[in-house]
C-alpha cells in the first residue's frame, strides 16, 4: 500500500499478544523493521498488469529458511519504494504473506507481518465506513476515494506457524483490508467504479514511479 504522509502481554511464537490475543505491533517497531530490511534485498515492484497480480496467492505450507528471508527482502522492498504495507505477489511470489509498517490515525505506528491472512468478517455495527484516499504501489502515482471500513481484524500465522490474530483501526485498518485483498488476487483499483478505475489507470500512465518497477510485457 502507498503512504499518506498499558497492556497485559505473554508472549507466543516471534510475537508478543494483548490479553485478547491480538499481536502488540507498537513496540521496538523501528529497530524490528531495521533488523528485517537489512539482512533482505530490495526487489522492483510488479504493477497492475502483471498476472501474479490478479490471481489468488498459494497458501504457505513450509516454514523454512527460505520464508524468512521472504519476509526480510519485502521488508527491504517496501522501505526502498517507501510504502506502508506490501504484499508478497507485488514483488513476483505467489504466496500469501504481507508485511506492514503503517500508522494509525493517532499516528501510533505498527509493524509486522502475517501469513496465510484471513479477512474477519466484521458485524454490523462494526462496519463504519470510512471513505478516505488509497494508493498501491502496484498502480503507481494513483489515488482514488474507496470506502473501507474503519476497522479490521486479520488471523493467520507467524514464521513458525503458530496462530496470531492483527486489528486495526482507521488508516491501519485500510492497510490491512488492501494488503490482504492482493493476497487473493484484487486490487484497489479492483473495488471502484469503471470511472473512478479508469481515473486511476490514466494518472498511473501519467505518472512516474519513484521506485524501480517491472515493466509489464
Known sequence: MASQQETDQQVTGTFAVDDEGFVVDT???????LAHRERGTSHPITVVGNPVLHQECQDVTEFDAGLARLVDDMFASQHTAEGVGLAANQIGVDRKVF???????????????????????????RRVLDSSNEGCLSVPTAYAELARPDYAEVSGVDLDGN?????????????????????????YIDRLSKRDRKDALRQMAEGTPRYEVVPND
Not at 506492514?100 to 455495527?125: F, K, M, Q, S, W
Not at 492483527?166 to 486490487?187: I, K, N, S, V
Open 27 to 33: 513496540e521496538d517497531c523501528e529497530a524490528r523493521e
Open 99 to 125: 508485511v506492514y509498517d503503517c500508522p494509525d490515525d493517532d499516528g501510533v505506528r505498527h509493524t509486522g507481518y502475517i501469513i496465510n491472512p484471513v479477512l474477519a468478517e466484521l458485524p454490523p455495527e
Open 163 to 187: 496462530p496470531v490474530k492483527l486489528r486495526g483501526t482507521g488508516y491501519f485498518a485500510r492497510c490491512l483490508q488492501h494488503e490482504t485483498d492482493h493476497l487473493y488476487g484484487r486490487l
